[in-house]
């Protein structure tokens, strides 16, 4: 069974900076695009950066220069590096394999906030 395990939220300032993991069970990355998600109080879940297994990657406009999705296959780890932090990127935040598409982890929250 996949499992994915994300971490590294937490409360921030905004401006700041914060970095999240998100591991999966097996080797599962390996050949497989990686996308991280973001969900907001009473906001439906937002695509916000896509890597594929070429290392080809992609984000929504919104964090475009602030945000840089990566890959370990070896550590079958992706990270989310959030610099620029704005009080609008609080959301519980997601990552997601699109060839698994219900499986999902329980998240990690980020708050940005003074």
């Known amino acids: 069974q996949v499992q994915l395990v994300e971490s590294g939220g937490g409360l921030v300032q905004p401006g700041g900076s914060l970095r999240l993991s998100c591991v999966a069970s097996?080797?599962?990355?390996?050949?497989?695009?990686v996308q991280w998600y973001r969900q907001a109080p009473g906001k439906e879940r937002e695509l916000v950066a896509f890597?594929?297994?070429?290392?080809?990657?992609n984000y929504v406009d919104s964090v475009k220069g602030r945000f840089t999705i990566s890959r370990d296959n070896a550590r079958n780890t992706a990270y989310l590096q959030m610099n620029s932090l704005k009080p609008e990127d609080t959301a519980v935040y997601y990552c997601?394999?699109?060839?698994?598409?219900?499986?999902w982890g329980q998240g990690t929250l980020v708050t940005v906030s003074s």
């Open positions: 890597i594929s297994s070429a290392m080809f990657t």
């Open positions: 997601h394999i699109p060839r698994y598409p219900f499986t």
């Open positions: 097996g080797s599962i990355f390996s050949g497989n695009a």
